[in-house]
T-cell receptor, first 115, second 114 residues
Framework: GAGVSQTPSNKVTEKGKYVELRCDPISGHTALYWYRQSLGQGPEFLIY????????DSGLPNDRFFAVRPEGSVSTLKIQRTERGDSAVYLC?????????????FGPGTRLTVL | AQKVTQAQTEISVVEKEDVTLDCVYE???????LFWYKQPPSGELVFLIRRNSFDEQNEISGRYSWNFQKSTSSFNFTITASQVVDSAVYFC???????????FGQGTTLQVKP
């Protein structure tokens, strides 16, 4: 497809479990962002990749959260020892290479529910 | 600190009414970018407009128009002759020139009734 894709669309897990959320950016977009959107709130920044490296991870809430982008395309957000407070929609966005003025295009999100 | 405030939590109008969504931002950057996104019930954020801090010209796109005023740090969004399909949550966002991340407001839920 032409847009950003995210899998799974929904994920239900139990407290304490490990989860992985996947993002496939628009082809040719080298910048990739993860955001988290809690119910009734605007998205909040988590981490930004330029190519394979995390250029800004200041939004990750704690060390249970980690993200990788090993080949500069697909990214995986990993959450260890999930807590009920991690329940949210996790959004991924991508942008064209190297130009901050370009727009971020968002995927449909993964709704994570921690029971 | 950078911040975006959308003071209107919910707005309800009747179809064909005009409606304005307010956005006020805070930043110390001299170069920055402002955005509006639409989030329909399906959940996906849809890009509507980008405006940089050097361009204060108002913009019109069909029934949509945007009023950017640096003097009041506002970037308001007006929908003319609203339609039921305009019902959604609308987010205003700020991006500084030296970072890539977007800072979103809390969103305004617009309900357009037939």
């Amino acid at each position: 497809g032409a847009g950003v894709s995210q899998t799974p669309s929904n994920k239900v897990t139990e407290k304490g479990k490990y989860v992985e959320l996947r993002c496939d950016p628009i082809s040719g977009h080298t910048a990739l962002y993860w955001y988290r959107q809690s119910l009734g709130q605007g998205p909040e920044f988590l981490i930004y990749f330029q190519g394979t490296g995390a250029a800004d991870d200041s939004g990750l809430p704690n060390d249970r959260f980690f993200a990788v982008r090993p080949e500069g395309s697909v990214s995986t957000l990993k959450i260890q020892r999930t807590e009920r407070g991690d329940s949210a929609v996790y959004l991924c966005a991508s942008r064209k290479a190297g130009v901050f003025t370009d727009t971020q295009y968002f995927g449909p999100g993964t709704r994570l529910t921690v029971l | 600190a950078q911040k975006v405030t959308q003071a209107q939590t919910e707005i309800s109008v009747v179809e064909k009414e005009d409606v304005t969504l307010d956005c006020v931002y805070e930043t110390r950057d001299t170069t920055y970018y402002l955005f509006w996104y639409k989030q329909p019930p399906s959940g996906e954020l849809v890009f509507l407009i980008r405006r940089n801090s050097f361009d204060e010209q108002n913009e019109i796109s069909g029934r949509y128009s945007w009023n950017f005023q640096k003097s009041t740090s506002s970037f308001n969004f007006t929908i003319t002759a609203s339609q039921v399909v305009d019902s959604a949550v609308y987010f205003c966002a700020l991006r500084s020139s030296n970072t890539g991340k977007l800072i979103f407001g809390q969103g305004t839920t617009l309900q357009v009734k037939p």
